[in-house]
Nanobody, 112 residues
């Protein structure tokens, strides 16, 4: 079955950077659109960024210019480079594919 495993979350100060990783198995990674979502306490889960099979990317307005999504098909891994982090980026970040499969999430906390 499809498994998605996130890593790389943590506690940082505002202005710092983090890189999240999502390792995938049980699927043909290279042909699937992959995405990062996040959910802050008391808020709905929202799309952060997505990348399709040929590398086209899409970003939420709130992260444009600060976050970069990428993928390494040879490693079945997707990344989210997060720069200039803000306290409002604090959330659990989830890896997703096909609007159906989800990872367990990784906590990102940004202190002011």
């Amino acid at each position: 079955q499809v498994q998605l495993v996130e890593s790389g979350g943590g506690l940082v100060q505002a202005g710092e950077s983090l890189r999240l990783s999502c390792g995938a198995s049980g699927m043909i990674f290279r042909i699937n659109t992959m995405a990062w979502y996040r959910q802050a306490p008391g808020k709905q889960r929202e799309l952060v960024a997505s990348i399709n099979s040929i590398g086209f990317t899409n970003y939420a307005d709130s992260v444009k210019g600060r976050f970069t999504i990428s993928r390494d098909n040879a490693k079945n891994t997707m990344y989210l480079q997060m720069n200039s982090l803000k306290p409002e980026d604090t959330a659990v970040y989830y890896c997703n594919t096909g609007q159906k499969y989800w990872g367990q999430g990784t906590q990102v906390t940004v202190s002011s």
